[in-house]
C-alpha cells in the first residue's frame, strides 16, 4: 500500500509565527496530493509538531527561541486548506517522531514543512526502518527555512538514497 506522509503542514509553518512565502505556496500543491492519494484509496498520515506551554524552557526553545504550534492553538492546527478526514494525524514532540516501527511501509511518499528539519529528520528515520521500502520526497510539495537550506535538504536526502522528485 502506498502511503503519503504530510509532514507539520501546520498554521504556524504557513503563515503563523514561524511561517514563510515558501510554505505559503506549497499549500495548494500539498492539498493536490492528498487528494490524489484519497482518490486512489491510499493511507494518509498526517503529523503535527507538537510543543506546550514551557517550550522556550526545552532544549529546542532555548536554540529556536520562537513559540510555536502549541497544543491546543490556532497555530498548532493543520491548515484548513487540507482535507485531513478520514486520515491520521499523529502528535509528535520532537523533529522526527520516533515510533514509526510500529507501522508496515512497502512505498511512501513525503510532503510537508520544513524540509531542512521535520522532513528530513522524518525521512532519515524512515528509510533507517525501512531500508527496502521506496521512499520518496516531492519537492514541490515541501519548504525550507530558506530556500538555501531546502536545497541542502533535499541533497542530503538524495545522498542516503531517498527519491527527490
Known sequence: MKTLIVIDMQ???IDGSLGT?????IVCNVADKIRQ?????DRIIFTRDTHFDNYLDTPEG?????VHCVKGTFGW???DKLD???CEIIDKPSFGYT?????DFD??????LCTDICVVSNALILKALFPNASISVDSGCCAGVTPESHSAALTTMKMCQIDVI
Not at 37 to 41: A, F, I, M, R
Not at 62 to 66: M, N
Not at 107 to 112: C, D, Q, S
Open 11 to 13: 498554521n504556524d509553518f
Open 21 to 25: 512565502n515558501e510554505a505559503q505556496a
Open 37 to 41: 492519494y484519497k482518490n486512489n484509496n
Open 62 to 66: 532555548k536554540k529556536l527561541p520562537v
Open 77 to 79: 492546527q493543520i491548515s
Open 84 to 86: 485531513t478526514a478520514e
Open 99 to 103: 515510533d514509526w516501527e510500529k507501522y
Open 107 to 112: 512505498e511512501i511518499e513525503i510532503v510537508g
